[in-house]
């Protein structure tokens, strides 16, 4: 056994815990790994290498699932450190993690049965994406007719904080991943200038656009509906 798998296993009981059928459990291994991502996250040579393995071998799936635990302290603890090993991971962690992050935070604002009921996690949720899209930058387009859903769900959000948090997450940073379109699409930093930008894309044919480019106008035109 080399030295980063000896030094993983120091984690795994308590990643183990977090599918323990014990809520207070779960609570435990949540809390105690949140001092743990705390004190790799602090070394940023070999504990942030460390806190990488972590989270792509074995910390991910179980503790996304648990954004939709059915404890709100469970919740709210998952979400917590969901955001904190978010903000130490270097970005190619980050960017590669998308595909499981991005929808499961997205499926908890959205409108279905699978949306969080807490006014205050579902404020901590619009942030996570805030920081993904800061974070990983022009991937999270390929997931925005998901965080577009997302964010037309905190624009209606009855809780005045969650509203101005779905402002702050809206396409900051994001730009198409064809390279011969990019001039096209220019950051938006409001909903307004996304309702504008998105239905020009639809209507102002000049040039030939992608099915993917034009599945995110069509994106953007649906979020500009729910702007107050």
Known sequence: MDAEAGTLQLYQRDVNCLSDDDRTTRRRALTRLAASVSTLASDEAAGMQT??????????????????????????LALALTAAVLE???QPVIRASLAHVAPAAA?????????EPT?????????????LARRAGTPLSVYLPEIAAALRAGFADPFPDAKKAARLAEMRRWRPVEPREERQWPRLTSCRAAARFGASQLMERRRPIGPQSLKRGKAFAALAAACP
Do not use: F, H, I
């Open 107 to 115: 499926a908890r604002l959205s409108s279905s049965a699978a949306a």
């Open 51 to 76: 806190l990488a393995a972590l989270w792509e071998q074995s910390l991910r799936a179980p503790l996304l699932k648990l954004l939709a635990d059915p404890v709100e302290k469970n919740r709210e």
């Open 88 to 90: 130490a991971l270097p």
């Open 119 to 131: 006014e205050e996690l579902r404020l901590e949720l619009l942030r996570l994406l805030g920081t």
